[in-house]
């Protein structure tokens, strides 16, 4: 009987990441493959082949993406965006969203951009607990009440690391990780199960350790 749970365990451990990837393309492709509803009805693939391909939405969203990013890289193409900005932010509720979700994107995605620039260790959620959080970047009208001491902080939580806490914490009271970004990442979503030995921390100690 113990070996019959050792089994069924192990038999869990490959078959509960293989589904949930799986599951998780299958929605991806899936609500990719709607794309393919903005050609005209002769146009589908499934119109003149006769039947569906699952996955062409994907290239199409990926031609539509490449072809957007062209566009706005002319002078022509950034006016238009910055019409089309102008027109959202007018609309009250819509410019809330857009301009939340514009600003992360744009930290995140944009190569002009800083998203985290490091992985370090901080006091939290008490003085005697260390946490994972990446630095930020500290807004001007903030920085100039705290001085240079300070940096900005996100602590994420696990095992959602969208979700979390922002801080501003002294500088000398963090601890710098040699680890990058993903793998801390990789950290927080397994919860630490996955801790590859490579993962080193350097030699700044918080004071009084």
Do not use: C
């Amino acid at each position: 009987m113990p070996n019959l749970k050792r089994y069924f365990i192990t038999g869990l451990l490959i078959w509960v990441p293989l589904g949930i990837t799986i599951w998780v393309l299958d929605a991806l492709i899936g609500a990719m493959d709607t794309s393919l509803l903005l050609l005209p009805e002769h146009w589908r693939p499934d119109a003149w082949l006769g039947f569906r391909i699952p996955g062409l939405g994907v290239l199409l969203t990926g031609v539509v993406i490449l072809l957007t990013g062209l566009f706005a890289a002319n002078l022509l193409g950034q006016r238009m965006v910055l019409i089309w900005e102008s027109l959202l932010n007018r609309i009250p509720v819509v410019k809330s969203i857009y301009g939340s979700v514009k600003q992360v994107s744009d930290t995140l995605l944009s190569g002009t951009g800083h998203a985290f620039r490091k992985v370090l260790l901080v006091r939290y959620p008490h003085g005697e607990a260390w946490s994972l959080a990446f630095q930020t970047n500290v807004p001007h009208e903030v920085g100039d009440h705290l001085g240079a001491d300070y940096i900005a902080v996100f602590i994420p939580t696990a095992p959602s690391p969208v979700n979390g806490f922002y801080f501003y914490v002294r500088r000398e009271e963090t601890i710098d990780m040699d680890i990058s970004v993903d793998m801390a990442l990789k950290f927080i979503v397994s919860m630490g199960v996955v801790a590859p030995s490579q993962a080193r921390q350097t030699a700044n100690v918080y004071p009084g350790d």
